[in-house]
């Protein structure tokens, strides 16, 4: 076995590249047992479950790198916790982010919201309106707000939605094309919201970059 | 009286060019403008990264780079003795990968930040009070994917 792992906040992301046909899975982070091991990790809770640990934004470069075939590119991951991106040019890193402050729980929020308020994100159009927003958190009272002045409860966690999706392009430098990764890309109302094309690669780009790191320091396939 | 600083006369910078943890380098140019005496001699190094601005408030940081990063920024004007020479805080080594840090709220950011946009292998970083686990990993994956610690091995 040479099992990698994406220890997001919410969900874990394995491969294993010694099975017979790897294919990448999920599992909620709360079902993951405190004595799992495994070979190489990333991601939030990822210091907790191995020795040897890869940063995120690394992984997410390295997945980038793999997934991409262009040289100018700025790929946005959109986790539970927090965003973070990188951008290259001719080929080569030229700026990255990660914003786990302000960009607090932005997945994790649009998660809860659409669980507390019975929405399923996969009807809702892109609102007009979206309004300014710190983070996932603060950015909640707004929704309040919005329902308190007559707002119906879905276009208000809509707008929300838009907000949280514009603030994650600002942050990501408003690029004409921006590659996007992580839980989010599951979001179809969050992906719709972004002003720009928008390629979506799945949740497992970070996994991706494992494997090809994994590959190049031990010769896995 | 008088509200500018008109230091003007260059003590050299050696320990920015030296090879020597980026740690310690920083702490003994913080002690060298506790005196008017000049520097001793210490051998510049083959420079693989670069480090501009001011001495953090929080030193851990400064840890991730390898001993082989040259200092810029202000903190080079500290070891000179020259603190208010723009043009020294201002020059860069456009070839070597480079963070431009400031700390968040303080006026060198806007410097900072438009060094690093004339910077082709650049990253601005700025950093409240401590180094959280994002701005390490920044430091972290900049240099990994700048081919920094290959080229300090």
Redesign the interface.
């Known amino acids: 076995m040479m099992l990698l792992a994406d220890f997001g906040t919410t969900y874990a992301k394995f491969i294993d590249l010694a099975a017979a046909n790897p294919t990448p899975y999920l599992e909620p982070a709360k079902n993951i047992s405190r004595e799992l091991r495994v070979d190489m990790a990333t991601g939030h809770n990822g210091t907790r479950f191995t020795d040897h640990y890869i940063n995120e934004l690394t992984a997410l470069a390295r997945g980038g790198e793999h997934l991409i075939d262009e040289e100018d590119f700025t790929l946005l991951d959109c986790g539970s916790r927090d965003i973070k991106f990188v951008r290259y040019e001719k080929g080569r890193l030229a700026d990255m982010g990660w914003n786990a402050e302000c960009g607090a729980s932005m997945g994790f929020t649009i998660e809860l919201l659409g669980r507390y308020y019975n929405i399923d994100y996969n009807q809702l159009p892109v609102p007009k309106k979206s309004f300014s927003v710190t983070c996932g958190v603060l950015g909640m009272s707004q929704i309040f707000d919005e329902i308190t002045a007559g707002s119906g409860e879905e276009n208000a966690v809509a707008s929300f939605v838009k907000s949280i999706a514009i603030n994650a392009y600002r942050f990501s430098g408003e690029p004409d094309r921006l590659y996007l990764s992580g839980g989010l890309c599951d979001n179809p109302l969050f992906v719709k919201s972004f002003p720009g094309d928008v390629m979506g690669l799945g949740r497992f780009v970070l996994l991706k970059g494992l494997a090809v790191l994994a590959k190049k320091e031990n010769g896995w396939p | 009286m008088t509200t500018r600083n008109i230091e003007a006369t260059p003590f050299g910078t050696p320990l920015c060019k030296a090879e020597l943890a980026l740690p310690e380098k920083i702490e003994r140019i913080c002690t060298s403008i506790q005196t008017t005496a000049g520097h001793g001699q210490l051998p510049a190094c083959q420079a693989t990264a670069g480090f501009w601005g001011v001495p953090p408030r929080d030193f851990s940081m400064l840890s991730l780079f390898p001993d082989t990063t040259h200092v810029y920024g202000w903190s080079r004007c500290m070891e000179n003795k020259t603190p208010a020479d723009l043009e020294l805080e201002s020059h860069f080594n456009p070839a070597l990968p480079t963070i431009f840090f400031a700390q968040s709220f303080c006026a060198k950011t806007a410097l900072a930040k438009h060094l690093a946009s004339q910077h082709p292998?650049a990253?601005f970083l700025d950093c409240d009070i401590t180094a959280?686990?994002?701005v390490?990993?920044?430091i972290?994956?900049?240099l990994?994917?700048?081919g920094v610690y290959d080229a300090s091995c």
Do not use: M, N
């Open positions: 292998r990253l959280g686990s994002s390490r990993a920044k972290q994956a900049f990994e994917l700048s």
